[in-house]
């Protein structure tokens, strides 16, 4: 004999489907908070790893092209012949001239990480006896308190 329910059918409690308006709200809003997170450490990382690649440039890199130079040329290039004296042999002294010092694609001298151009100074203010080579930063001015350079 099959037991019979004491409810009929239609009157059965179903389990409930699907989430309230005020349970996606909540999801919503957690989810917003997390990407809002992620976005502002993102952007931090991305910053710290920009001025990272310009002091690597400015202090390591660009070292030995400048060091090779003065060894073929007997003194770092003028502040008017800038950087643009290794890639291409400067007016002046050009039968001594080994290069080109930097290997750059098409001949076109590195920018810093803002697109801007590297800047350089010979004789340095910051380094007397040497060159100043430095990116301008964030800001894109020089000589401010967020310049990059090798002093």
């Given at each position: 004999?099959?037991q019979t329910?004491?409810?009929?059918?239609r009157?059965?409690?179903?389990?409930?489907?699907?989430?309230?308006?005020?349970?996606?709200?909540?999801?919503?809003?957690?989810?917003g908070?997390?990407?809002?997170?992620?976005v502002?450490?993102?952007?931090?990382?991305?910053?710290?790893?920009?001025?990272?690649?310009?002091?690597?440039?400015?202090?390591?890199?660009m070292?030995?092209?400048?060091?090779?130079?003065?060894?073929?040329?007997?003194?770092?290039?003028?502040?008017?012949?800038?950087?643009a004296?290794?890639?291409?042999?400067?007016?002046?002294?050009?039968?001594?001239?080994?290069?080109?010092?930097?290997?750059?694609?098409?001949?076109?001298?590195?920018?810093d990480?803002?697109?801007?151009?590297?800047?350089?100074?010979?004789?340095?203010?910051?380094?007397?006896?040497?060159?100043?080579?430095?990116?301008?930063?964030?800001?894109?001015t020089?000589?401010?308190a967020?310049?990059?350079?090798?002093?």
């Amino acid at each position: 004999m099959r037991q019979t329910s004491r409810f009929p059918t239609r009157h059965r409690l179903r389990p409930r489907a699907g989430f309230t308006l005020l349970e996606m709200i909540v999801v919503l809003a957690i989810i917003g908070l997390i990407v809002g997170l992620v976005v502002t450490k993102v952007g931090n990382i991305f910053g710290d790893s920009q001025e990272s690649v310009a002091k690597i440039f400015v202090r390591e890199s660009m070292s030995m092209p400048l060091t090779r130079y003065r060894i073929d040329m007997g003194a770092y290039p003028t502040t008017g012949e800038g950087l643009a004296s290794l890639v291409s042999a400067p007016t002046g002294g050009a039968e001594r001239w080994r290069g080109p010092y930097l290997d750059t694609p098409g001949g076109k001298l590195p920018v810093d990480p803002w697109g801007q151009a590297y800047e350089y100074r010979y004789p340095g203010t910051k380094n007397p006896s040497g060159y100043d080579l430095y990116s301008k930063g964030p800001d894109k001015t020089p000589d401010t308190a967020d310049d990059i350079g090798n002093w």
